[in-house]
């Protein structure tokens, strides 16, 4: 038992030793990088984000936008109107966009893919929210095949309480 140790020993410094040496002695590898940083211009950059669909404005003409909204009458009368009119569009604009879905789910789909179907239809703002509360709330194995009419508006225990039942 103790030459095994010995030889084991042995074989584990000279493997160490050969190692160290190769390490040691094989030149480094030098990296030599480029400068391969690109510089953009201002131009490139507006005409990819013009390519890319996006539309671009100028510094000064931003400021100058800003700077007329400014200057617009102050007159509390004209103002008040504004405020009015702004509030009468705000509310006929939410009664209109509610959003409406007719929901179907068939046999064997699962939660995951119902929270999917209302996520990219816009009823609900988070897939995984809505799936985890069907999961925590124990729905999730109880959803009922069937079509149902859904709108953006519903809480998720609405929802939930319709598509179980």
Do not use: C, W
Not at 43 to 64: M, N, P, R, T
Not at 65 to 77: C, G, I, K, L, R
Not at 84 to 94: I, L, N, P, R
Request: negative net charge; hydrophobic residues 30%.
């Amino acid at each position: 038992m103790r030459d095994f140790l010995r030889g084991t020993t042995f074989g584990v410094l000279l493997a160490t030793g050969i190692l160290a040496f190769v390490y040691y002695t094989t030149p480094k590898e030098v990296i030599v990088t480029e400068n391969t940083e690109n510089e953009y211009s201002t131009d490139s950059a507006i005409a990819y984000l013009e390519q890319q669909g996006y539309k671009v404005a100028k510094k000064d003409v931003v400021e100058q936008d800003v700077s007329e909204e400014e200057n617009e009458s102050t007159d509390p009368e004209e103002v008040e109107e504004q405020e009015d009119t702004v509030e009468e569009e705000a509310e006929e604009s939410t009664e209109e966009t509610v959003k409406a879905y007719q929901l179907v789910i068939e046999s064997g789909m699962s939660s995951v893919t119902v929270s999917n179907l209302l996520y990219e239809n816009g009823i609900v703002d988070d897939a995984r929210a809505f799936d985890s509360y069907l999961v925590n709330h124990g729905y999730q194995s109880v959803i009922r095949p069937g079509t149902y009419d859904v709108n953006e508006q519903m809480s998720y225990e609405e929802i939930a309480i319709q598509i179980t039942n």
